[in-house]
């Protein structure tokens, strides 16, 4: 099979077929879970304290379950090789569905936190091999229709977790809600041998990057702990370390022989570096979203239901922008579009702060949802387009997957450190939240941006080194 995405157009029907919807649905459910659950909780939260105590505990549901992901997708290249499609995602499945399933019938805190931590990592690994899989499932020429299906997961995800946790927490019963999602993972797991690929298992045991796992596992904590930390200092300093860490995690990475990424990334010229790095900065804007609903009911009067809907407005073009954008095939286009989400996203985001005022009526709130959707827009309009790119950069098989695997742990990781940095600009407001959400989405809105540079030199050294790199050297 051809390791560059085809010139023949891709058709959605082609994709939801016979052939491939088995296979779709499995990849796209095993990401979607994944994503619900990082806010599901969040709504559950409160009736599931009234019940079992721990309130100190609260906000570690999160904390835990976000770093679960981040090292489970870290893994995934590992439990591929030793396990083979089929077998690494029963094995993801399997952890989610107990996972969820301990979450349902935790009789303390400590229990639901402990069964979180399972929860992520199954879901983690799903969203790894979701990107990873993708390879041997589909045909290359389907690879942008399938890389846009999954990352639309995600934006779905931020939308049915607050709404399904809102619903059964209104209904003050919390421990559905996660029998609801262990039946899901129960039936994504028994299509999976019917549907994939058995892949190739490797002859020897894959050694473990133990350095790598430990640093990028201390930085996803310690950006974790930030978000919930009181202070600004306190904040500010948590978010030092993590980026320290960071810092140290890429100086093993470029000299060990044992790497999370594929060695492509930090070869001179390689343009996977700056894939990743822009994929990073289109997922750091979707920490928005934690702090929209607030905006929403203290700036403009919205019902709490209400406001959480709004808030889901950039979700919602992130995810059906991806539906036209993955029919792009061109390649100048691909690379404008590259460009042009990151620039979107950030417009969005500034225009939104622009919009605010102290006491927002009715009709200007209603304004919010269309700037927020094309917010989202822009994330729908690039994140396919380098998902692939990050899929294609080698043909070496193994190296491929290692590639494809660790947009799900950038993803997620870059949504941690958003929600921590957000969590820091919130701070700066002091009392006023006015100035509060101005100082959010201003400050994201810039840090986003930078991901057009990103992509421009992702565009740049792909045309420059394209030989190169495709060979895999």
Request: hydrophobic fraction near 55%.
């Amino acid at each position: 099979m051809s390791l560059t995405p085809s010139s023949a157009p891709p058709v959605w029907r082609e994709l939801l077929g016979r052939e491939y919807l088995g296979a779709a649905i499995v990849l796209a459910g095993g990401v979607l879970v994944g994503a619900i659950n990082i806010y599901l909780a969040a709504s559950l939260l409160p009736t599931a304290v009234a019940d079992l105590g721990g309130a100190s505990f609260y906000a570690w549901n999160m904390t835990i379950y976000l770093v679960a992901m981040v090292i489970a997708t870290m893994l995934t290249g590992r439990f591929l090789s030793r396990w083979g499609n089929v077998g690494a995602y029963l094995l993801g499945f399997a952890m989610f569905t107990a996972g969820s399933m301990a979450c349902a019938l935790s009789p303390a805190m400590a229990v639901l936190l402990v069964s979180r931590g399972v929860q992520g990592l199954g879901a983690g690994l799903l969203s790894g091999l979701g990107f990873a899989v993708i390879r041997s499932a589909l045909p290359s020429r389907l690879w942008t229709r399938g890389t846009a299906l999954m990352s639309a997961m995600y934006g779905v995800g931020n939308f049915a977790g607050p709404a399904l946790g809102g619903l059964f927490a209104q209904a003050g019963s919390w421990r559905p809600a996660f029998v609801v999602m262990a039946v899901i993972g129960a039936g994504c797991g028994a299509l999976v041998p019917r549907v994939l690929p058995r892949g190739e298992r490797g002859a020897a045991r894959v050694p473990v990057p133990a350095l790598s796992l430990l640093l990028i596992t201390a930085a996803a904590g310690a950006v974790s702990v930030a978000g919930v930390m009181a202070g600004t200092l306190a904040k500010a300093l948590s978010v030092a370390a993590a980026l320290l860490l960071m810092a140290g995690f890429v100086v093993h990475e470029r000299r060990s022989g044992l790497r999370v990424f594929p060695r492509t990334t930090y070869r001179r010229g390689s343009p996977l570096k700056w894939v990743y790095l822009a994929l990073g900065l289109l997922a750091f804007g979707v920490a928005v979203e934690s702090f929209l609903p607030l905006f929403g009911q203290r700036l403009a009067g919205l019902p709490p239901l209400v406001a959480g809907f709004f808030a889901a407005a950039i979700s919602l073009g992130w995810s059906v922008t991806q539906i036209g954008s993955s029919s792009v095939t061109g390649h100048r286009a691909v690379r404008r579009l590259r460009v042009l989400g990151p620039v979107l996203l950030a417009a969005g985001l500034l225009v939104q702060g622009l919009l605010l005022r102290g006491d927002t009526p009715l009709w200007l709130a209603a304004v919010w949802v269309p700037v927020l959707f094309a917010a989202g827009a822009g994330i729908g309009l690039a994140y396919p387009h380098l998902s692939v790119a990050a899929m294609s950069s080698t043909q070496d098989p193994e190296e491929g997957g290692r590639a494809a695997a660790a947009i799900a742990t950038v993803t997620s990781l870059s949504i941690a450190f958003g929600t921590a940095v957000a969590g820091v600009l919130l701070n700066l407001g002091g009392g006023s939240m006015l100035d509060a959400a101005r100082y959010v989405l201003f400050g994201l809105a810039i840090i986003c941006a930078l991901g057009a540079l990103t992509a421009q030199a992702a565009n740049r050294t792909s045309r420059d080194d394209q030989a190169a790199i495709h060979s895999g050297t």
